[in-house]
């Protein structure tokens, strides 16, 4: 069974920072690529970010509005995704979820979502 | 590129709904499109993957197809059930391979 469970969400001041974790299990980690997706209370899904497997150079990519503020790692060993969020603005406001991302790369195969982590920007 | 759903659908318990998804600009037919369900306080799952495949363990009254003529991506639910009032969102990549989510629609079983 696949599982991603994230952890780290909380309350937050307008410029502060905010790290969010995601532990995988159920699939072969260190060939995943892996995406961030977030929800704005009352509003639709938001891609945010990904971050490739080593094979591929463990590069990341972001939408426009997190990216030089928000930073996406991985620890293979630890079979665990992280969201770095920085810069937070109160429009940040939303449940994160990290997502498997592998529907692109690996024919056949479909995503998984974890159970989300709110995460909340307000002074 | 955008894509577009209807904001909401409503259908009796039995009957068929179909969601619409049309792609902006570029053709629908260019990088696959996902379906997500999301019921009211829960994560999203996948219901359909490729444009047109069913996850082990979703339903087969789930099916999802692309149609190049109108540019769009649906997803067809029969036989309707309580269970599945969800919003419902496609996905599909954009040139650089992000994702692209549609609004939303949200299901609701009469």
């Known amino acids: 069974e696949v599982q991603l469970v994230e952890s780290g969400g909380g309350l937050v001041k307008p410029g502060g920072s905010l790290r969010l974790s995601c532990a995988v299990s159920g699939i072969i980690f260190s060939d995943a690529w892996m995406s961030w997706v977030r929800q704005a209370p009352g509003k639709g899904l938001e891609w945010v970010g990904r971050?490739?497997?080593?094979?591929?150079?463990?590069?990341?990519e972001y939408a426009l509005p997190v990216n030089g503020r928000f930073a996406i790692s991985r620890d293979d060993s630890r079979d665990t995704l992280f969201l770095q969020m920085n810069s937070l603005k109160t429009e940040d406001t939303a449940v994160y979820y990290c997502?498997?991302?592998?529907?692109?790369?690996?024919?056949?195969?479909?995503?998984?979502w974890g159970q989300g982590s709110l995460v909340t920007v307000s002074s | 590129f955008l894509l577009t759903q209807p904001h909401s659908v409503s259908e009796s318990p039995g009957k068929t709904v179909t969601i619409s998804c049309t792609r902006s600009s570029g053709s629908i037919a260019r990088s696959y499109v996902q379906w997500y369900q999301q019921r009211p306080g829960s994560t999203p799952t996948t219901v359909i993957f490729e444009d047109s495949q069913r996850p082990s363990g979703v339903p087969d009254r789930f099916s999802g197809s692309i149609d190049s003529s109108s540019n769009s991506a649906s997803l067809t639910i029969s036989g309707l059930r309580t269970e599945d009032e969800a919003d419902y969102y496609c996905?599909?990549?954009?040139?650089?391979?992000?994702?692209?989510f549609g609004g939303g629609t949200k299901v609701t079983v009469l």
């Open positions: 971050i490739k497997n080593k094979r591929d150079g463990a590069t990341t």
């Open positions: 997502a498997t991302d592998l529907s692109l790369v690996v024919p056949g195969a479909w995503d998984y």
């Open positions: 996905q599909s990549y954009d040139i650089n391979n992000h994702w692209v």
